[in-house]
């Protein structure tokens, strides 16, 4: 499966709020950093940051653009609330090794009324 693809279900998964299937698509030792938090290291621990985030706001990924280019590809996205932000993931054997996002956290938290750290 084509990198893009893998990104196109993880979407999906995401806007359902779907952490088993979205859980599914990290390999076991898979990092996701997004860049205003500390990296979350390992399949378990994304499970359980994605099982933390859902239950503290409703987020909705709008894609504007996805890039692919080699193990890598790149989403650009924006949600109903006019947050923007991107990521970028390495897939390798259908699976998402590494994840970089870069988001407004403040503006983020704010806009769901959630605690300021």
């Known amino acids: 499966m084509k990198p893009k693809e893998i990104l196109c279900q993880w979407v999906d998964a995401f806007n359902n709020g779907d952490v088993e299937t979205i859980s599914e698509l990290y390999d076991e030792n898979a990092i996701n950093h997004q ?6 290291k390992g399949k ?27 193990q890598w590809t790149i989403l650009e996205w924006r949600d109903p609330l006019g947050l923007r932000g991107c990521g970028f993931f390495q897939v390798v054997n259908d699976k998402i090794i590494f994840q970089r996002g870069y988001w407004d956290k403040l503006s983020f938290l704010k806009q769901h009324n959630l605690p300021i750290e």
């Open 35 to 40: 860049v205003a938090n500390e990296p979350v």
């Open 44 to 70: 378990e621990a994304i499970k359980k940051m994605f099982e933390e985030e859902f239950s503290q706001a409703k987020m909705v990924c709008i894609v504007e653009n996805i890039f692919e280019d080699g």
